[in-house]
């Protein structure tokens, strides 16, 4: 029943890992959430470890998924991160709705109309979300979830990106430098979506203009284009807008990284999306799914500050084609079973 239950999986993944940070970061003191899924070892210790590379604080905690769809995995997390830090940091149930969505949780989606979902189902939950009182603390501005698709076509050309920086604008080189890098990095962005990663296609940082500056200007671009009632420019800062968010999010690491990964075998695959693979991550190539693990495990914080969890085939632990990518990670990475 697995496939139809995403609910389940978000559900038992996260009780894995944040149930076990809570119970070594706060021993004896009860879990605000449900541990269903939650196991222990004889003496007490969790069962996947004590993830004892993750911040003493949810403050500083960041979550990532990936191939987010629909979310369910965000509202999961959300649904945990909640009453936790109402918990550990004394926090009104909207203080802490706002925190997680401004520092906590971040997804990237292919499907620009699964990211739409994706926003309006984190969103839902936080207007519901219970207040002391136990009534919803009801539709309100909220930060914006950082959720961004990573997939949008760019149909324009680099120069129409650097023609939305005026010359007013202080620093407008370096601001069209950054649009040029942009532009580059996701050129391919609807077939290689999440496996973009801004930090391997330039040495240079992607980011060399502050994010939040580029963000700014594009913002006033949108401004400026919508009050001229110019669609096509307004598309355009739309666009830029969308994939400097996503390239925003591929340019850090989280200490969870947690997917339902797409899967596709290597004869099905694109050419480019064959090529790309065997450029990029030649031991996993066989399967999209093991390449996104590969891609996952990018995006986690080195060392034991980071952890990936994957829902993904199982057939790759047991089959000769894996044998490569089992030998590589059982030298390279700690298995949390």
Known sequence: DAPCCPGRWAGGVHTISLGAWWATRHPGKPC????????TLEDGTPAAGKFEGWPDSLADFKLLDPCCGSG?????????????????????????VNRVLAGNLHGLELDPRCVEIAVFAVALEAWRYPDAS????GVREIPAPNIACCGLKISAKAQDWEALIPDSEENAESMRSGLRRLYATFAKAPL???????RKHHREDLFQVRYDALRTALSAALALENS?????????????????????????????????????????QDPELQDYCEANYPIARNDLANVFLERCLELAKPSNA???QIVMPQNWLFQSTGELQRTDLLKRVSWLL
Request: glycine content about 6%.
């Open 192 to 198: 290689l979506g999440s496996l973009l990663d801004p």
């Open 134 to 137: 136990g009534k919803p603390l």
């Open 306 to 308: 980071g952890v990936t």
């Open 32 to 39: 605000p959430v449900n541990l269903d899924y939650f196991r």
């Open 228 to 268: 001229k009632k110019s669609s096509e420019l307004w598309d355009l800062a739309i666009s830029a807008q969308g994939l400097l968010e996503a390239a925003n999010i591929l340019d850090h690491q989280y200490n969870l990284v947690i997917t339902n990964v797409p899967y596709l075998a290597r004869g099905k």
């Open 72 to 96: 369910h995995f965000l509202v999961a997390a959300f649904l945990m991160l909640v009453p936790m830090r109402m918990a550990a940091e004394g926090l009104t149930a909207k203080e802490a």
